[in-house]
């Protein structure tokens, strides 16, 4: 079942691979919040967000890309060489709690658009889906995945 939720208009620094999507995508986790954190830009309410930017069943896995992203302040300059930056498109949201676990993000991307649908909502293909890991679900054990809609 989604909530829906208005996620604001952001500036997001992230870290970019190319690649197939799985394990991988955990380590660029791992190095965006070490990152962060070296930066005093981790806090107790901050939210990584993981993007991932092709279709696996319409690109092939080498050349799929998946950003690793921290929400930062506009006032906050940005000094490492592999960090960029850009703006996230705000908007409305259709929000599904997932087991942070490979089978539950596996379990919860199946079928996603098609329950979207089934709850009357519709997929804005503009913006990215969102997954977002933060703090207080990572201690349940649970994450979210966002997904845009019209």
């Known amino acids: 079942m989604f909530t829906l939720e208005e996620i604001p208009e952001s500036r997001i620094a992230y870290l970019r691979r190319t690649g197939p999507y799985g394990v991988a995508n955990i380590i660029q986790i791992e190095k965006i919040k070490s990152w962060a954190a070296a930066n005093d830009l981790l806090r107790p309410d901050s939210a990584v967000l993981g993007i991932a930017l092709d279709d696996p069943a319409r690109t092939p896995p ?3 890309r998946y950003d690793t992203c921290l929400v930062v302040p506009e006032d906050v300059e940005l000094s490492h060489p592999g960090v960029r930056e850009t703006h996230l498109a705000g908007g409305p949201h259709a929000v599904l709690v997932a087991a942070h676990t490979p089978e ?12 979207l649908t089934a709850q009357g909502l519709a997929f804005d ?8 890991y933060r703090p207080r679900l990572l201690a349940q054990h649970l994450c979210e995945i966002c997904v845009p809609v019209l």
Not at 104 to 115: I, N, S
Not at 125 to 132: C, D
Request: charged share 30%; proline share 4%.
């Open 125 to 132: 293909t503009t913006r990215p889906v969102l997954e977002r």
């Open 62 to 64: 080498g050349d799929c």
């Open 104 to 115: 539950g993000l596996v379990d919860a991307w199946a079928g996603l658009f098609e329950r």
